[in-house]
């Protein structure tokens, strides 16, 4: 998917809380919005290139959103908000093995407690609920999930499993931001309780993804599937 607004880059300086940043763009120093509340520690390093995508919405206190960062020679979205666009986008042209047969796309769909970002279905009824997550921890070409502890993240793992007690598909999708990865894991030094929940869900049925991205700096789109390693 093409992001079709203004990319602008620029250079990182610093982070001084979850949601925002300041960026030296051009002469000038601004602040602007990072949609991502993860750590990305490895990444938001004073002085990396970062891009910024223009929002001009007359509401907002900043006028960018920080949307990609260069880790060396690497390219790695870190908007929060893009994997489920990606994901929509590579069900529609039946990109994600497996999902194929489901042609029917709903989003933001409640279960038990839980809103999974997907609900598809098939022609002949089949119902299938589907969570995204955004993966940017990256090392060596090792792709690892939560960058932060994540309550969330494991409560969604364990209500797929009830989903997929109570007859429907259920299904885990990480979407790696960046394209050189080759392998996934859960991240059991941040975050011990997801990477349990995560081998619970798969003993108990619940497919797992993962797949990198090819990332430049005005879109993004799903590539390959990787190694998954639990």
Known sequence: MRYNKNIFKAEFINRPNRFHANVKLGEEEIKVHVPNTGRCKELLIPGCTVFLREENNPTRKTPYDLMAVYKGEKLISIDSHIPNKVVDEALKNKKIKGLEKYTNILREKTFGKSRFDFKISSDSGEEYFLEVKGVTLEENGYA?????????GARHLLELVEAKKQGYGAGAI?????????????NDAGDKEFGEALRYAK????????YNCIVTEESIEINEPVEIIL
């Open 144 to 152: 690892r999930f939560p960058d932060a502890p994540t309550e969330r």
């Open 174 to 186: 990480f979407l790696i931001q960046l394209k050189e990865v080759s392998k996934f894991s859960p």
């Open 203 to 210: 003993a108990n049925g619940v497919d797992i993804f993962a």
